[in-house]
């Protein structure tokens, strides 16, 4: 499966509220891997269709609210 990553002022995320239910600090599964799973799903429904740009690690660090780190590293475990 391939996905482009390219950095862009173009928001193409899902509503940033419903992100935040995607990551809860409170669950033993790290929020990398939370945030690993939801990208997967997302991508075999066909909410991240392939060869479409994801927002940038900047903005969805925000969206999420995590670190970059975070999203960084769950985006290379893709």
């Given amino acids: 499966m391939y996905i482009e990553l390219?950095?862009?002022t173009e928001n193409s995320a899902p509503n940033p509220v419903a992100l935040l239910s995607?990551?809860?600090p409170e669950v033993a599964t790290?929020?990398?891997i939370?945030?690993?799973e939801h990208f997967q799903s997302g991508i075999q429904s066909?909410?991240?269709?392939?060869?479409t740009r994801l927002p940038s690690e900047r903005q969805l660090a925000e969206s999420f609210?995590?670190?970059r780190m975070?999203?960084?590293k769950a985006i290379k475990e893709l």
């Fill in 70 to 72: 975070t999203v960084t």
């Fill in 22 to 24: 995607v990551v809860n």
């Fill in 6 to 8: 390219i950095k862009s």
């Fill in 30 to 32: 790290s929020l990398h």
């Fill in 65 to 67: 609210k995590v670190s």
């Fill in 34 to 36: 939370q945030i690993r």
């Fill in 46 to 51: 066909g909410v991240y269709p392939v060869h």
